[in-house]
């Protein structure tokens, strides 16, 4: 089993049952298939940046779940034949590493040598009476 994420926008024609029945039909089909919920969120109305099936507004929803490989192109596919689902996204949820990520290193530079005002007029002249 995997861990996933699904985020999607609901119709904004929905009226509040309407909503809950397709998010359980939603999480009953995970749970059909042997799924485990783990974080399922609470739908927000949004404001989206461009109309999406012409809906300037709609529901966003967000679940994590565990999931067979097998079970997810089935899952895909009720999702695309609910017709309240404007647009959805399913991506695979990878776990955070324990380990700290390496922070660059910066080099030590080591200062050069100061070079006296007498020095570099002596070699000048050195360098122009050759």
Known sequence: MQNYELSCFLSQ??????????????????QKEEGVILKSGLPELKTLSYPIKRNRTAFWVNLDFNLSQEKIKDLQENLKKEGQ??????????????????????????????????????????????
């Open 13 to 30: 024609n929905l009226k509040e049952t309407e909503l809950n029945e397709l998010l359980q039909r939603i999480n009953s089909f995970i």
């Open 85 to 130: 689902i404007l647009r959805f996204l399913l991506v695979v949820k990878r776990l955070s590493r324990k380990e700290p990520i390496k922070k660059w290193v910066e080099k030590k530079i080591k200062p050069e040598k100061k070079v006296e005002l007498k020095e570099i007029e002596e070699k000048l002249e050195e360098i122009l009476n050759e």
